[in-house]
């Protein structure tokens, strides 16, 4: 059992950035595909960015392109998600996960595959 936790939440005004954190308990998670989801009230949870085993970013969502950037340390055994230009519909709960299925090197967008998740860390965007 992977245990993730999140940091670097915050409230700050539209522009402004954050730098997300995501430390996992366990070395074989450095094997898997990790990610940043988020959900707001009332919506369902949606991804945001994806990165490999490898620490190249797989995917990213559309509506964060060019603002957000993933990446990862795995000697530190942490994720992180940096946030730039941040809008106030960027206000959310952020949730990173662990996929521990595949190889590591493919990542899904695909919810249903990410089997760790941790506790989430609210953003709040003002304008």
């Known amino acids: 059992q992977v245990q993730l936790v999140e940091s670097g939440g915050g409230s700050v005004q539209a522009g402004g950035s954050l730098r997300l954190s995501c430390d996992y308990s366990?070395?074989?998670?450095?094997?898997?595909?990790m990610a940043w989801f988020r959900q707001s009230p009332g919506k369902e949870r949606e991804f945001v960015a994806n990165?490999?085993?490898?620490?190249?970013?797989?995917d990213i969502a559309r509506s964060v392109k060019g603002r957000f950037t993933i990446s990862r340390d795995n000697d530190k055994t942490a994720v992180y998600l940096q946030m730039n230009s941040l809008r106030p519909d960027d206000t959310a709960t952020y949730y990173c996960?662990?996929?521990?299925?595949?190889?590591?090197?493919?990542?899904?967008?695909?919810?249903?595959?990410?089997?760790?998740w941790g506790q989430g860390t609210q953003v709040t965007v003002s304008s």
């Open positions: 996960a662990a996929d521990p299925t595949g190889s590591g090197a493919v990542c899904t967008e695909a919810i249903n595959y990410y089997e760790y």
């Open positions: 366990d070395y074989s998670a450095n094997g898997y595909c």
């Open positions: 990165i490999n085993k490898y620490g190249e970013e797989r």
